[in-house]
């Protein structure tokens, strides 16, 4: 029966023990509980997970658009930084989404199939990525998840055999024309549960030779995210079918604890396909290392995912910096900075590697304040990475270290909110132990590993304006889809904007491809893309546009923003132009739900306007004065100051938004009264992607 302390002190006055010496005893019981309850174990033995990797997402909208645009040594340092090992971030995971022609929170991505009968495995920028990727890093994962996709699927029904083929293809065409395999992928981002959608998507990758590629499953982030994985106790063929048990942001609602067991029964790990940090300076950086720890503590996820890789958008499109681990955004200037997270993901990356393994028993909270996870090699090698955000005051942590690990020393690397990855002294272990303070604020990675680095460049270029004026006139790109039949610069949010041959054979253009619209993963407004700089005030932009019988072609100006990342209307400014030879100018509120066209502003009629004729459109900007005109009549003028300044850009649309094709041509950007400047010449170090 336990005794209390009243009892004990009382017994032990009765006996003749004094009461100093009763308290002495006390206080020193005390003071080895407080010892012990900060010494950890680090036995090799004990039950372990496997480590699947950290990484983050290249997708869920456009988010590396402009980096294929940087000149080199840039975009190699850029992609050094992120990818290579024991340098930068060094990350071991990556997820990109399979393009689907559709919004997916900063902009658009080209699918390899506009259409039922269309195949092009040049498309876009993620195979490029993925390539590079396992370039610096052979064993890196790569995973991949769709968030939409062409309306011609399923007739309209992402959950079909078409969208079971559409992977599969996109997987071939990964591993045909790349020689890359994925090694996992999901069903649909953030779009709901269809447990009879994956056994077809299993049975059809296992039938096209594809049955080494894991699929995860759902990828959902509310509250009831896992319930579905409960079927799989009674339901074999659910079970067969699924071999991740995935959902993203753990670190906001937890994985219930009959879940994890469950994946442990089956033998189905937890995956976090998406966590979300969105935190700027130090504060973001142990943050998701709380995040990651807390991953695998609390809800047993052995590989996460942030979203999202590298910020290489414009400013003014949604999430433009937070949370990403590199900014890249003037590929024009070679301009990029690091922000302090990308030594948060160093601090797993240099020190561990996928294959290593979670050792149960030695990964928790700390005592004062923080949490610490530990991961030992397939050999005796061990890392220990601790965080300690919410710890008020240093503690000493004493680390007993058994099992068959490595006796030798240890390498300390440190990060704070003054110096991050900073290598501290190296602790050598007496008779298994070691002990370190741990400060408030930090993080550590402890390791018997060797070769850490903080890697960094030199002269890094100063940050420039976008060039003006600029001249587009699409011939440099000789060869369209060695540039992923993107031209620089551009950035589609809706919609696709591809490089292709002018129907009367005068050279090339740009094309809005997507005809039928997109199954997207946000809402849609009309098909758009963004080019410039979002401080210029007054200024020209014209473009010769070719519009179809049924839609109209116009230009963009004084655009500020892109939407909120659900949903994509901008703020701004375009003028159209319609087979009809109507011209309108409309002002867009991203804010106005119910007014999706925008406000009329002015209207007016060009004459000699027909279908299929390429016409020059225009749009000055002059203080608080909109002027527009068509080939060089001007037709219509406005005062309006909801917007002062902003970007350009190129839109089309129609009546009944199932025919947006429509050209573009010699697109031209120029201050008031500028003298009209050669075509813009690129630097001859911006490569071509394939």
Known sequence: MAMDTRTFLLRFLRSGISFTLVLLSLILSL?????????????????VKRFDGIGAVSGGGATSVLLKDYPEPQRSQILDLLFKPDFGASISALLVEVPGDGNSTQGSESSHMHSRTDENYNRGYEWWLMREARKRNSSILLDANAWGCPRWIGNNNFWSQDMCDYYVKWIKGLKCVYGLDLDAIGCRNEKGVNENFVKMFRATLNKNGLSRVKIHAFDNWQKDKFDWARDMKTDTVLRHSVDIISAHTMSWIATPPDIIKLGGDLGKPIWNTEEH????????????IESFNKN?????????????????????????????????????????????????????????????????????????GGTYVTLKSPGTDYSIIAETKDAKASQKIKFKVTGGLSEGKLCVWRSNAQDQFVKLDNLTPVDGCFEISLEPQSIYSISTTVGQQKGSYENIMSSKSFPLPYYETFEEYKDPKSFGYLPHYTADIDGV?????????????????????????????????????????????????????????????HVIATGS???????????????????????????????????LLAT?????????????????????????FVDKVKILMASDSAFTEGMAGLVTGSENKNSNVAMFDNLLIKPLQGISPEPTVFSEKIYPMY
């Open 497 to 557: 904007f591809e490089i292709a041959e002018r129907p009367d054979n005068k050279g090339k253009c740009l094309r809005q491809v997507v005809n039928d619209g997109a199954q997207s993963w946000a809402p849609e407004w009309m098909p758009y893309t963004i080019i410039g700089d979002r401080n210029w005030k007054d200024y020209e932009v014209s473009a010769d546009v070719y519009v179809n019988n049924d839609g109209w072609a116009g230009i963009m100006g």
């Open 565 to 599: 990342g659900w949903g994509c209307k901008p703020s701004g400014y375009y003028l159209s132009l319609s087979a009809d030879g109507i011209c309108s100018l409309y002002v867009s509120k991203q804010d106005e739900k119910n007014n999706e066209m925008g406000t």
């Open 277 to 288: 940090v969105y935190k700027d300076g130090f504060d973001c950086e142990i943050s998701m």
């Open 296 to 368: 695998f503590i609390e809800s047993g996820v052995t590989m996460i995912v942030n979203w999202y890789l590298v910020a290489s958008t414009y400013s003014i499109e949604p999430f433009p910096e937070q949370p990403a681990i590199i900014v890249a955004r003037d590929p024009w200037g070679g301009n990029y900075f690091i922000r302090p997270v990308l030594w948060g993901y160093a601090h797993y990356g240099q020190f561990c590697r996928p294959g290593w393994n979670y050792l149960n028993g030695a990964c928790g909270k700390l005592p004062d």
């Open 604 to 628: 007016g009629k060009a004459s000699g306007i027909t279908a299929r004729q390429w016409h020059n459109i225009e749009l000055r900007f002059s203080g608080p004065s909109i002027t527009g």
């Open 31 to 47: 003071f080895v509980i407080t010892i012990d309850g900060q010494t950890i174990n680090i036995d090799g033995r004990s039950d």
